[in-house]
């Protein structure tokens, strides 16, 4: 089991900065690739960037250039730096994991923090 626990949302005006931080607990381990997911007004959940089972990261065309994606060594902290930020931004952010273990692969979700871009 994994527990996700986003935070660092808030209300932003066009063009300003955030950063997003995730903390991962419990089989950490088990974790073979992270990512961040949002979900706008009235729409569809979505990717925003994740890190795959190699390590390398993927990143959506909507914001490659703007967002930036990292962690650190142990697995356990992942964040999302959100630069140039425009009203199409705001969304609910989701932290996802994929567990893989035994040959039993499982995602999982944090609660989701709001990002609110508006002037």
């Known amino acids: 089991q994994v527990q996700l626990v986003e935070s660092g949302g808030g209300l932003v005006q066009p063009g300003g900065s955030l950063r997003l931080s995730c903390a991962a607990s419990g089989s950490i381990d088990s974790i073979n690739a992270m990512g961040w997911y949002r979900q706008p007004p009235e729409k569809e959940r979505e990717l925003v960037a994740r890190f795959t089972i190699s390590g390398t990261t993927k990143y959506a065309d909507s914001v490659k250039g703007r967002f930036s994606i990292s962690r650190n060594n142990a697995k356990n902290m992942m964040w999302l730096q959100m630069n140039s930020l425009k009203p199409e931004d705001t969304a609910v952010y989701y932290c996802?994991?994929?567990?893989?273990?035994?040959?039993?692969?499982?995602?999982?979700w944090g609660r989701g923090t709001q990002v609110t871009v508006s002037s």
């Open positions: 996802n994991a994929v567990t893989y273990y035994g040959g039993f692969s499982n995602d999982y």
